[in-house]
């Protein structure tokens, strides 16, 4: 893919550009990221905003002393998440669907799955999911803890094709543009190494909680994803006016393999199978021929145990393995089910998370 020519971002934007010097929600860096979002919708392309903020939003509100507690904190996210959101929506004139996760929900196959469906219908519904940490409720242990990383696993789990994160620094630079009059942007980086690591220094906003290396990790999980990564200065509107006609002042981390070979590698390799289904004669020319999805109806038999969001074998009538895919239901569920029109699923199990048992892409044909 050319870097420009992408389907489906996720746009990452810091408390820096949400609440800038510290104070309140502001919509001053906004209105830019807001027109280019719509822009990019307009051509048909879909995005999935991170956000940031919900702390800076909420801490002029709950009394704290220097250093806030972890609970203070926590409040303060409660009540400045709304206004975060409220922030937002004032721009666009189509829905926004918040979305808050922890390390755990996606860390969890079975959330995994529903978080990923959710986004897909957002998305299919032209809503914008706008994502962030659930920080009133993830204490240390179970957080991602930045929404630099945040935006990369999104990214993962909404198959996006490029991870843009919006900071308030041009890019990656040899030294720190801030103490080193001579540093020198680095626009395009073809491999993250350890030296590209040691160019990162830690965050110097009081608010934010990553810095240029959790912007780096995050490039570095996308771009193994096959997930180009930018990094943009948000405080910059000629930087969206520029990207819509195809050019990039900022970062650009290039992507290790395509997002198809990436997704085939780490459903094939990282995601260990857990059982079988076996479909009949018309689901296989389905599944291998028409890129469908796969249905109960055409399921013959289940074999092993596993769970929703886990990953399963799916073998022709004769035994042949056709490819590997991440399963909608379990394995007990599909006992129930095999065999029915998708309709019928509600009336047997008393509910019907999916039309599809196995959605084409969550795929891989072998
Ligand atoms: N989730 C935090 C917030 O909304 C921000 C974390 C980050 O910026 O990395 O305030």
Same mark, same amino acid.
């Given at each position: 893919? &050319? *870097?420009?020519?992408?389907?489906?971002?996720?746009?990452?934007? =810091?408390?820096?550009?949400?609440?800038?010097?510290? =104070?309140?929600?502001?919509?001053?860096y906004?209105?830019?990221?807001?027109?280019?979002?719509n822009?990019?919708?307009?051509?048909?392309?879909?995005? $999935?905003?991170?956000?940031?903020?919900?702390?800076?939003?909420?801490?002029?509100?709950?009394? /704290? !002393?220097?250093?806030?507690?972890?609970?203070e904190?926590?409040?303060?996210?409660?009540?400045?998440?709304?206004?975060?959101?409220?922030?937002?929506s004032?721009?666009?004139?189509?829905p926004?669907?918040?979305?808050?996760?922890?390390?755990?929900?996606?860390? %969890?196959?079975?959330?995994?799955?529903?978080?990923? &469906?959710?986004?897909?219908?957002?998305?299919?519904?032209?809503?914008?999911?706008?994502?962030?940490?659930?920080?009133? $409720?993830?204490?240390?242990?179970?957080? $991602?803890?930045?929404?630099?990383?945040?935006?990369?696993? #999104?990214?993962?789990?909404? %198959?996006a %094709?490029?991870?843009?994160?919006?900071?308030?620094?041009?890019?990656?630079?040899?030294?720190?543009?801030? +103490?080193?009059?001579?540093?020198?942007l680095?626009? /395009?980086?073809?491999?993250?190494t350890?030296?590209?690591? @040691?160019?990162?220094?830690?965050?110097?906003?009081?608010?934010?909680? =990553? =810095?240029?290396?959790?912007?780096?990790?995050?490039?570095?999980k996308?771009?193994?994803?096959?997930? /180009? +990564?930018?990094? $943009?200065?948000?405080?910059?509107?000629?930087?969206? %006016?520029?990207?819509?006609? &195809?050019?990039?002042?900022?970062?650009?981390?290039?992507?290790?393999a395509?997002?198809k070979?990436?997704?085939k590698?780490?459903?094939? /390799? +990282? *995601?260990?199978?857990? !059982?079988?289904?076996q479909?009949?004669?018309? @689901?296989?020319?389905?599944?291998?021929?028409?890129?469908?999805?796969?249905?109960?109806?055409?399921?013959?038999? #289940?074999?092993?145990?596993?769970?929703?969001?886990?990953?399963v074998?799916?073998?022709?009538?004769d035994? +042949?393995?056709?490819?590997? !895919?991440?399963?909608?239901?379990?394995?007990?569920?599909?006992?129930?089910?095999?065999?029915?029109?998708?309709?019928?699923?509600?009336?047997?199990?008393?509910?019907?998370?999916?039309? #599809?048992?196995?959605?084409?892409?969550d795929?891989?044909?072998?």
């Open positions: 893919m &050319n *870097l420009f020519g992408w389907q489906r971002a996720v746009i990452k934007v =810091g408390s820096a550009l949400i609440a800038p010097e510290g =104070g309140p929600c502001s919509g001053q906004l209105l830019s990221i807001a027109r280019y979002i822009e990019c919708r307009r051509l048909n392309r879909e995005v $999935v905003l991170v956000s940031s903020g919900s702390v800076a939003a909420g801490r002029s509100l709950i009394a /704290h !002393g220097e250093i806030p507690s972890i609970a904190k926590q409040a303060m996210a409660a009540v400045g998440q709304t206004k975060m959101m409220a922030n937002w004032r721009f666009f004139d189509f926004c669907a918040q979305i808050l996760l922890t390390h755990e929900d996606l860390a %969890d196959r079975r959330r995994y799955v529903n978080i990923k &469906n959710t986004i897909r219908e957002l998305l299919n519904n032209g809503i914008l999911p706008i994502v962030n940490e659930n920080d009133s $409720v993830a204490t240390q242990e179970l957080k $991602v803890g930045d929404n630099d990383n945040l935006a990369a696993l #999104v990214a993962q789990v909404s %198959d %094709d490029l991870l843009m994160i919006c900071s308030d620094i041009d890019g990656l630079y040899t030294a720190d543009p801030r +103490t080193h009059a001579d540093a020198e680095i626009p /395009h980086i073809k491999k993250i350890p030296q590209i690591y @040691a160019l990162a220094g830690g965050t110097t906003n009081k608010i934010a909680t =990553g =810095g240029m290396r959790t912007k780096i990790e995050a490039a570095e996308a771009t193994l994803n096959g997930i /180009h +990564t930018l990094i $943009v200065n948000g405080r910059n509107g000629q930087v969206f %006016d520029r990207l819509l006609q &195809n050019e990039l002042l900022g970062s650009w981390f290039e992507r290790q395509s997002p070979k990436a997704r590698y780490w459903l094939q /390799h +990282t *995601l260990k199978s857990h !059982g079988e289904i479909v009949d004669l018309g @689901a296989q020319a389905a599944l291998s021929k028409k890129g469908a999805s796969l249905l109960s109806i055409g399921i013959q038999a #289940v074999r092993g145990k596993f769970n929703k969001g886990d990953a074998l799916v073998c022709a009538p035994g +042949t393995p056709l490819g590997k !895919g991440i399963s909608q239901y379990s394995a007990l569920e599909l006992a129930k089910i095999k065999g029915i029109q998708s309709r019928q699923i509600a009336d047997i199990l008393g509910y019907c998370p999916s039309d #599809v048992v196995i959605h084409r892409d795929l891989v044909l072998i």
